[in-house]
């Protein structure tokens, strides 16, 4: 990445100042870039590999490259905007498997946390605890209604388990399971 230095070596404070300005300019026309260390290596990758100024116009360029090569992990605001499709290919191609007890996939982890524009922090965090699911809470294990064996309740995760028993909508172990 060429950052206009005539020399190799430390950074004097005059160019340190324009590429934070630089920076700063880009960040206020993009709002929807979520600053997460995956995204920065990205970016940084990017402009070292294509030999690019450090400009807001080719920081832009980079962005919009990246996203559209779905290298870049979406901010809350650019969730809420995706379709299902469109962030389920992002996260198979970028995300973090999560794997159940058999080594099947069973969704994926962001590479770095999505809180930026999220909206859900805000609209929650008054709703009772007792009132939220698990986060990793899933409809689709068909749990409710299933009775488990004494040994296969006991091999489950504690994943699992809790979901087992939001679904059965249960505050503490039935008798037949201790």
Not at 86 to 104: L, Q, T
Request: aromatic share 10%; proline share 6%; charged share 30%.
């Amino acid at each position: 990445m060429k950052l206009n230095t005539p020399v190799e070596g430390p950074i004097d404070e005059k160019t340190l100042a324009r590429l934070k300005r630089e920076t700063e300019e880009f960040m206020r026309a993009h709002p929807d870039y979520l600053l997460c260390e995956w995204n920065r290596d990205a970016v940084l990758t990017y402009m070292e590999t294509h030999d690019l100024d450090w400009t807001r116009e080719n920081l832009a360029k980079v962005y919009a490259t990246l996203w559209k090569q779905m290298r870049l992990v979406p901010s809350g605001a650019q969730l809420n905007s995706m379709s299902a499709n469109e962030v389920k290919e992002r996260a198979e191609k970028i995300g973090i498997p999560k794997h159940d007890d058999f080594g099947r996939v069973r969704g994926y982890d962001w590479p770095c946390p999505i809180e930026q524009n999220s909206g859900y922090a805000e609209s929650n965090y008054r709703v009772p605890r007792a009132e939220l699911r698990p986060i990793n809470y899933d409809t689709s294990m068909a749990l409710k209604g299933y009775k488990p064996s004494k040994r296969e309740f006991h091999i489950w995760s504690s994943d699992k388990m809790t979901s087992w028993m939001w679904a059965n909508e249960l505050s503490s172990l039935p008798d037949y399971l201790r």
